[in-house]
């Protein structure tokens, strides 16, 4: 019953190489996010997807890759991994409603690149 | 610009003593506040939610924080701390300006001593 999923829990690879992470949420929320967690636990918003549609993009790289096949899921491709790309990222949703704002956040995946 | 300041890094407090964490935060419309709780390779959990209506909100675990928007701030409290209350505590703002996002505190990280 868990409400957002994230895959893999770990990820270590190498530089250049290319790398996906995958998010599922059975909340029924209509909108998906992707942050990143820097070494210093500072989170910054990446990408957000209501109802599949891309709705906010916070100057991330091209290398950089989201897709929502549907509104439960919100994958997250990075080419060409750099070593400054290191960190821990995290899925989330919420439901895109009056006084609603509240994000439910996955585990993370720790991206390490070495 | 929107910003969010949590002005203390650590904090340490004994367990069974009352804790206070601050946040201050800088919005010219009514802002959505919140506050999130990570534990150690966790995920972000909700403690609790405010937007309108009574300036003091209950949250879970026995949490509970007061939004003074005289002086833009949003403090977190517990009367008594307990040692599995030793995590990273975030404070966030949520704009609503035509798409949600929710902009996060620096973070402050907490040590409960027996």
């Known amino acids: 019953d868990t409400a957002v999923s994230q895959t893999p829990k770990y990820l270590v690879t190498q530089m250049g190489n290319d790398k996906s992470i995958k998010c599922e949420q059975n909340?029924?929320?209509?909108?998906m996010y992707w942050y990143k967690q820097d070494s210093k636990k500072f989170l910054k918003i990446m990408f957000s997807y209501n109802n599949k549609e891309l709705i906010i993009n916070e100057t991330v790289p091209n290398r950089f890759s989201p897709k929502s096949p549907d509104k439960a899921h919100l994958n997250l491709h990075i080419n060409s991994l750099e070593l400054g790309d290191s960190a821990v990222y995290f899925c989330?949703?919420?439901?895109?409603?009056?006084?609603?704002?509240?994000?439910?956040f996955g585990p993370g995946t720790r991206l390490t690149v070495t | 610009a929107q910003s969010v300041t949590q002005p203390d890094i650590h904090i340490t407090v004994s367990e069974g003593a009352s804790l206070e964490l601050r946040c201050n935060y800088s919005y010219g419309a009514t802002p959505y506040l919140f506050w999130y709780v990570q534990s150690p390779g966790q995920g972000l959990q909700l403690l609790l939610k405010?937007?309108?209506?009574?300036?003091l909100v209950q949250g879970i675990k026995g949490f509970e924080a007061e939004s003074k928007r005289s002086q833009s701030t949003f403090n977190l409290r517990k009367p008594s701390v307990h040692w599995s209350d030793a995590a990273e505590y975030f404070c966030a703002v949520g704009l609503n300006t035509g798409f949600q996002k929710l902009v996060f505190g620096t973070g402050t990280r907490l040590l409960v001593s027996p």
């Open positions: 909340l029924g929320h209509d909108t």
């Open positions: 405010y937007f309108s209506g009574d300036t």
């Open positions: 989330a949703s919420s439901p895109l409603a009056a006084g609603r704002m509240e994000q439910y």
